[in-house]
Each structure stands twice: as C-alpha cells, then as structure tokens.
Nanobody, 124 residues
Framework: QVRLVESGGGLVQAGGSLRLSCAAS????????MGWFRQAAGKEREFVAG????????YYADSVKGRFTISRDNPKNTVYLQMNSLKPEDTAVYSC?????????????????WGQGTQVTVSS
C-alpha cells in the first residue's frame, strides 16, 4: 500500500503561481498512475490533472489546461502540480491520488489511495 502526503499549498494572489508536491512512501510511485483532484467549499471533488506511471501521458481538466502542469520524478517518489496564472476559482483543497491499475482515468472511483490534501487559496 502506498501512502501519500501533499505539500506546497498556501495563500497566493490572483495571477500568481504555486507548486504542489505529493510524496509517496511504502511502495514505489512508478507502480501507479497518479492524479490531482480538488474540492472547493460546498462543491464535489473534481479531477484536475493525471499522469501515467511512466510520465508519458498527461491529461487535464479543461478548466486548468494551459495553466497547470503535472509531472513526476519516480526515483524521488514524488509527483508535482505546477499551477500558474492562478484564479480565485482555483481555491480548493488539492489532493493527490494513486491508481494501481493504471487506467488513465479522470474518475475519482478509479483511484484507491489518497493523500490528506493541501489548501490552496487564491485572493482576488
């Protein structure tokens, strides 16, 4: 079983940038497809970005395309989410998740292991 811990969240002004990290322990991260999800207050959790186990395929929600970049460093057991041109509507708790079956999915139900999340707040 893999354990995931996010970091890098915080308060930033609109137009600013943040880089989130997701550190894995327990099993090698290279065994999993990885995803980033977010949940704003009063809303359902939604897919943000995903990356295949090798890093060869990346996919994004339409709302973040061109602004966010997902990447991974398997030897360091870490996945990243670079967030640029942040908007107030990006405010949410961001969580990383792992899919051991490598389905390349944007669905929450495809991900078995989750971190606790990190808060991102974008002020206008």
């Amino acid at each position: 079983q893999v354990r995931l811990v996010e970091s890098g969240g915080g308060l930033v002004q609109a137009g600013g940038s943040l880089r989130l990290s997701c550190a894995a322990s327990g099993r090698a991260l290279g065994n999993y497809d990885m995803g980033w999800f977010r949940q704003a207050a009063g809303k359902e959790r939604e897919f943000v970005a995903g990356i295949s186990w090798s890093g060869g395929r990346r996919y994004y929600a339409d709302s973040v395309k061109g602004r966010f970049t997902i990447s991974r460093d398997n030897p360091k057991n870490t996945v990243y989410l670079q967030m640029n041109s942040l908007k107030p509507e990006d405010t949410a708790v961001y969580s990383c998740a792992a899919d051991r079956w490598r389905r390349g999915s944007t669905s929450l139900s495809s991900y078995e292991f989750w971190g606790q999340g990190t808060q991102v707040t974008v002020s206008s």
